[in-house]
Nanobody
Framework: QVQLVESGGGLVQAGGSLRLSCAAS????????MGWFRQAPGKEREFVAV????????YYADSVKGRCTISRDNAKNTVYLQMNSLKPEDTAVYYC?????????????????WGQGTQVTVSS
């Protein structure tokens, strides 16, 4: 029902910035909670940031708070993750996800649709 496609990943030097985008299509997007998650090799998928349908509620993982900003443009069916002051430990595959249920969740199991992921690699 919902298709999500991430873009904007790549190789960046430590201290640099990236802006990830997630374009949604299919079922109505604007009523969904949208989240960003990441997964490094050998690690479980972890929460990064989440935003509710209106953009009025946002939560961030402690590891990225102050360095990342999640936003959405419902007219463009797109959610963004601006990442600044990147660190090598930010290296992971980043996924966007949609939660069609009421409420704002931060656990991967609560999200119904997932993108294919985009690789972010931060070098020294």
């Amino acid at each position: 029902q919902v298709q999500l496609v991430e873009s904007g990943g790549g190789l960046v030097q430590a201290g640099g910035s990236l802006r990830l985008s997630c374009a949604a299509s299919g079922r109505s997007f604007r009523s969904d909670t949208m989240g960003w998650f990441r997964q490094a090799p050998g690690k479980e998928r972890e929460f990064v940031a989440v935003i509710n349908w209106s953009g009025g509620t946002k939560y961030y993982a402690d590891s990225v708070k102050g360095r990342c900003t999640i936003s959405r443009d419902n007219a463009k069916n797109t959610v963004y993750l601006q990442m600044n002051s990147l660190k090598p430990e930010d290296t992971a595959v980043y996924y966007c996800a949609a939660d069609v249920e009421y409420g704002v969740a931060t656990t991967p199991s609560r999200f119904d649709y997932w993108g294919q992921g985009t690789q972010v690699t931060v070098s020294s």
